[in-house]
């Protein structure tokens, strides 16, 4: 892979962290144990029996606390702790060739990871204002289903890949504007007249 294509896939790697992070150390370390992708130095222990089975039981369990109403807002609150570090240090890693990680790559990455959680926590405390819980599983099952097809992708084109998860994420910014315009008071007013 060129470098442009390390920066894509490290930025790609960090924006999915900042959503399902375990989902995607999982996908990266199943990814580099069956040959898919040649993991740079500093990754190549995402491919470890260890961390596979760590990320893949979190992730099992992200899968099912992330469909539940409050719990998932429980969830996403103390996984900031976890994506944003992760996000930062996925990004880094992709762009490391010698397994040394580069501050202004760990800086853009903890950036990138940092703004697709704000969107998914704010998406889900927003969903959570909603009575049904349908809306709830729906975006959770989204989500799993971005970043599987975001990893899937990676390993064809980083740059579609990435360029289909922005997309995704600005369509997820305008309809967040449009609902939270429609929930703020006097917004109903404006919006009717």
Same mark, same amino acid.
Not at 105 to 128: E, P, Y
Not at 164 to 176: D, R
């Given at each position: 892979?060129?470098?442009?294509?390390?920066?894509?896939?490290?930025?790609?790697? &960090? !924006?999915?962290?900042?959503?399902?992070?375990?989902?995607?150390?999982?996908?990266?370390?199943?990814?580099?144990?069956?040959?898919?992708? +040649?993991?740079?130095?500093?990754?190549?222990? &995402?491919?470890?029996? !260890?961390?596979?089975?760590?990320?893949?039981?979190?992730?099992?369990?992200?899968?099912?606390?992330? *469909?539940?109403?409050?719990? +998932?807002?429980? !969830? +996403?609150?103390?996984?900031?702790? /976890?994506?944003?570090?992760?996000?930062?240090?996925?990004?880094?890693?992709?762009?490391? @060739?010698?397994?040394?990680?580069?501050?202004?790559?760990? /800086?853009?990455?903890?950036?990138?990871?940092?703004?697709?959680?704000?969107? *998914?926590?704010?998406?889900?405390?927003?969903?959570?204002?909603?009575?049904?819980?349908?809306?709830?599983?729906?975006?959770?099952?989204?989500? +799993?289903?971005?970043?599987?097809?975001?990893?899937?992708? =990676?390993?064809?084109? @980083?740059?579609?890949?990435?360029?289909?998860?922005?997309?995704?994420?600005?369509?997820?910014?305008?309809?967040?504007?449009? =609902?939270?315009?429609?929930?703020?008071?006097?917004?109903?007013?404006?919006? /009717?007249?």
């Amino acid at each position: 892979m060129s470098e442009a294509q390390l920066f894509a896939t490290g930025v790609l790697l &960090a !924006w999915l962290a900042g959503i399902r992070v375990y989902l995607t150390v999982f996908g990266v370390g199943v990814a580099g144990a069956l040959g898919w992708l +040649d993991l740079p130095p500093a990754l190549e222990a &995402a491919a470890s029996p !260890w961390v596979l089975g760590v990320a893949g039981s979190l992730a099992v369990a992200e899968f099912f606390a992330d *469909k539940i109403p409050g719990i +998932d807002s429980g !969830w +996403d609150l103390l996984h900031t702790l /976890a994506r944003v570090p992760a996000g930062a240090f996925l990004a880094a890693a992709a762009l490391s @060739p010698d397994g040394e990680l580069g501050g202004g790559m760990l /800086a853009t990455g903890a950036g990138v990871a940092f703004a697709s959680h704000v969107l *998914k926590s704010g998406t889900r405390l927003m969903l959570n204002l909603s009575p049904e819980p349908v809306s709830n599983v729906a975006a959770s099952s989204t989500e +799993d289903v971005v970043t599987l097809g975001a990893l899937g992708l =990676v390993l064809v084109s @980083p740059w579609l890949a990435l360029t289909l998860v922005l997309a995704v994420a600005a369509l997820a910014v305008l309809l967040l504007a449009l =609902v939270w315009r429609r929930l703020r008071p006097g917004g109903r007013r404006r919006a /009717a007249g």
